[in-house]
């Protein structure tokens, strides 16, 4: 986990594999979120705050269920998630 909102109870996060500990670890790789969520806002605020772009990432629009079966697959490198699929991740 490398970056919070919400902190009451760690309520969203950005859930990342083991090795990536820092926003600049993310560079190139798969970034999922949920499009038209508070999910899609934490990407646009992480991407202004350490001065990365979507360019630098591969940003994946998924599903809750979309992102869990692309984490059990390997198929995304850390995803910006909420509650029990949040905790899927972790």
Partial sequence: ?????HSKDKSQMLV???GISAPRDLIGM???????????LMLANL??????????LEVLPMSCEE??????????DAGFMWG??????Q
């Fill in 84 to 89: 029990a699929c949040m905790r899927y991740l």
């Fill in 1 to 5: 986990m490398i970056y919070i909102i």
């Fill in 67 to 76: 992102q869990k079966a692309a984490w059990d697959k390997g198929e995304i």
């Fill in 47 to 56: 991407l202004v705050q350490t001065r990365l772009t979507s360019q630098d």
């Fill in 30 to 40: 798969r970034v999922a979120y949920i499009a038209g969520s508070t999910a899609q």
């Fill in 16 to 18: 990342s594999r083991q």
